[in-house]
């Protein structure tokens, strides 16, 4: 089987998408053909979008941005889904990861229905969609060795371990959402603690700034 993955964050290194998506692809390497591209400083080559169209399984990964897809990748997808219109491919099953900041994996629901907009309009099938919940603190731990499936990571080890399986046997299933094994109050704290105060104090701006609240007058 050949797959076809898309790193689909604007960053050039070090993503959390990268960290995911690298998850997945180690488990199918050994079974199957595996090719990654990223979109993050260039488009896809002519190349990449002939395997694309010869491809059974194509994997995104991106970071939500404004509940949607990142600009860098969606251009990709229009490209794409003109390709798949005008060029003979197979039909190729797409499966999506999209992780955020925010605690509620939920919260990606919007981009994965892009993505499934995206199959339906370019004549292809789609799969799963997998919404990440604190992405960045969960790429962060898993860039650290805290083994995906393990205590704070269990619940994304679980997901992709379900999204491995069906990528296995081309299967398509309800999308699902994930939080990290860790209480939200704890989240919430460690956000103000290890982020935002720090981004606060190093831009001129206290506490009582970020809590104050704006108002507006009408005109």
Not at 43 to 61: G, T, V, W
Request: charged letters at 20%; hydrophobic letters at 40%; aromatic letters at 8%.
């Amino acid at each position: 089987m050949i797959i076809t993955a898309i790193e689909g964050s604007p960053k050039p290194k070090d993503s959390n998408s990268s960290k995911y998506l690298s998850v997945v692809t180690k488990q199918l390497e050994s079974e199957h053909t595996v090719k990654t591209y990223s979109v993050a400083r260039s488009p896809l080559s002519e190349e990449a979008i002939a395997s694309i169209m010869q491809s059974d399984i194509l994997l995104l990964a991106c970071p939500l941005y404004v509940d949607g897809i990142p600009v860098n990748l969606l251009t990709q997808m229009i490209a794409l889904e003109h390709a798949f219109h005008e060029r003979n491919h197979v039909d190729t099953m797409v499966y999506v990861i999209v992780n955020n900041g925010f605690y509620e994996g939920e919260q990606n629901v919007n981009a994965i229905e892009m993505v499934s907009h995206f199959c339906k309009r370019a004549g292809i099938t789609f799969g799963q969609g997998i919404g990440i919940g604190a992405g960045e603190m969960q790429g962060q731990m898993t860039s650290q060795g805290m083994p995906v499936g393990k205590a704070v990571l269990t619940n994304l080890g679980n997901t992709l371990d379900v999204l491995i399986q069906n990528i296995r046997e081309r299967k398509s299933a309800p999308n699902l959402y994930v939080r990290p094994n860790f209480p939200w109050h704890g989240f919430q704290f460690m956000s103000h603690q290890t982020f935002w105060k720090p981004k606060a104090k190093a831009n001129h701006i206290s506490v009582k700034d970020m809590n104050r609240r704006l108002e507006y007058q009408r005109r």
